[in-house]
């Protein structure tokens, strides 16, 4: 990990370094979550399990059919409703996919 040299402020009194990724301040640490996916995850919780399931039924038939989005998003949906662990880029994904058609509504009622 690489740090910031120690500033001073204004009284010349010197404040902590703060930790810097080694690939720079607009990339994640290894293991840190991006800080949305909180977001996507509260997101996920507030849908109801009824719709989830449909979500889940809906993209186990695509899957079969060789639709990559389908099978990502249907495993995806399966952790995240079994309580597994999921990736923040795959959750990501997920939220954006049942979230968008919502949000193309909106825009075009604009």
Known sequence: MITKKPVKNHKNVVKNPVPVSE???????PNEPHPIAYSAMDFMKSIPYT?????QSALS???IEDNRLAEIC???????MNHEPVSDRYLLGLAWF?????????????
């Open 98 to 110: 049942i979230a968008r058609p919502k949000y193309e509504v909106l825009k075009c009622k604009k």
């Open 74 to 80: 249907s495993e995806t949906l399966s952790r995240f």
């Open 61 to 63: 038939s695509c899957a």
């Open 23 to 29: 690939y720079g301040r607009g990339e994640l640490l």
């Open 51 to 55: 719709d989830l399931c449909l979500y």
